[in-house]
């Protein structure tokens, strides 16, 4: 069984850890965890890992946020990974910072990532893990809000929703979405 499991983020210095980026910094965490090497190809950074008889191909798109759907369309076809074996792991505002929500489909609720990805692979019909960072910003800051760094507290309490999204990962590989969402979802 193979997987295609993406992060979506910005590639960059000045955006590495920012809330936009919680994708990369999972699938990074994900990585180290595997010892897996990252390496730079088409449109994106890719690993594989091995769980339990699975290969999951890990990916940050390095195309920015809002043409994501670029490389997840091309790995989608170019390792015959069909669309419900692809989860999407993506920041969302709507959340409480800390808590998880994995969804088999849904609306892109104005992420442009997620609708650059809807329109390239034909639909919403896809999973995905929202991580939650919040809305703590004044009305129209949005943009500033997801592209700027996380707090102190947030980014001590990172490592603890990281590991959570981490085996919700795992668990959709393995137990399915379905066992995954009723076990782990907040």
Same mark, same amino acid.
């Given at each position: 069984?193979?997987?295609?499991?993406? $992060?979506?983020?910005?590639? @960059?210095?000045?955006?590495?850890?920012?809330?936009?980026?919680?994708?990369?910094?999972?699938?990074?965490?994900?990585?180290?965890?595997?010892?897996?090497? %990252?390496?730079?190809?088409?449109? !994106?950074?890719?690993?594989?890992?091995? /769980?339990?008889?699975?290969?999951?191909?890990?990916?940050?798109?390095?195309?920015?946020?809002?043409?994501?759907?670029?490389?997840?369309?091309? %790995?989608?076809?170019?390792?015959?990974?069909?669309?419900?074996?692809?989860?999407? #792991?993506?920041?969302?505002?709507?959340?409480?910072?800390?808590?998880?929500?994995?969804? @088999?489909?849904?609306?892109?609720? $104005?992420?442009?990532?997620?609708?650059?990805?809807? !329109?390239?692979?034909?639909?919403?019909?896809?999973?995905?893990?929202?991580?939650?960072? $919040?809305?703590?910003?004044?009305?129209?800051?949005?943009?500033? /809000?997801?592209? @700027?760094?996380?707090?102190?507290?947030?980014?001590?309490?990172?490592?603890?929703?990281?590991?959570?999204?981490?085996?919700?990962?795992?668990?959709?590989?393995?137990?399915? #979405?379905?066992?995954?969402?009723?076990?782990?979802?907040?």
């Amino acid at each position: 069984m193979k997987y295609l499991i993406v $992060g979506l983020g910005n590639i @960059g210095p000045e955006y590495e850890l920012t809330r936009h980026n919680i994708g990369f910094l999972t699938l990074d965490r994900l990585a180290d965890k595997q010892n897996a090497t %990252w390496k730079s190809d088409r449109l !994106a950074f890719k690993t594989e890992i091995k /769980y339990k008889g699975r290969t999951l191909h890990l990916i940050k798109p390095t195309t920015y946020m809002n043409l994501s759907g670029k490389a997840v369309n091309y %790995w989608m076809k170019e390792l015959n990974i069909p669309k419900e074996n692809v989860l999407v #792991i993506v920041d969302e505002v709507a959340i409480p910072f800390g808590k998880l929500r994995m969804r @088999g489909k849904g609306s892109a609720a $104005g992420h442009n990532g997620l609708k650059n990805i809807e !329109a390239l692979t034909g639909g919403q019909d896809y999973p995905r893990l929202r991580m939650g960072i $919040g809305d703590n910003f004044p009305k129209g800051r949005q943009v500033d /809000y997801v592209l @700027g760094r996380f707090t102190q507290q947030e980014f001590d309490e990172l490592p603890i929703m990281m590991d959570k999204a981490i085996e919700m990962i795992l668990g959709f590989c393995t137990i399915g #979405i379905a066992q995954t969402m009723t076990q782990f979802n907040d």
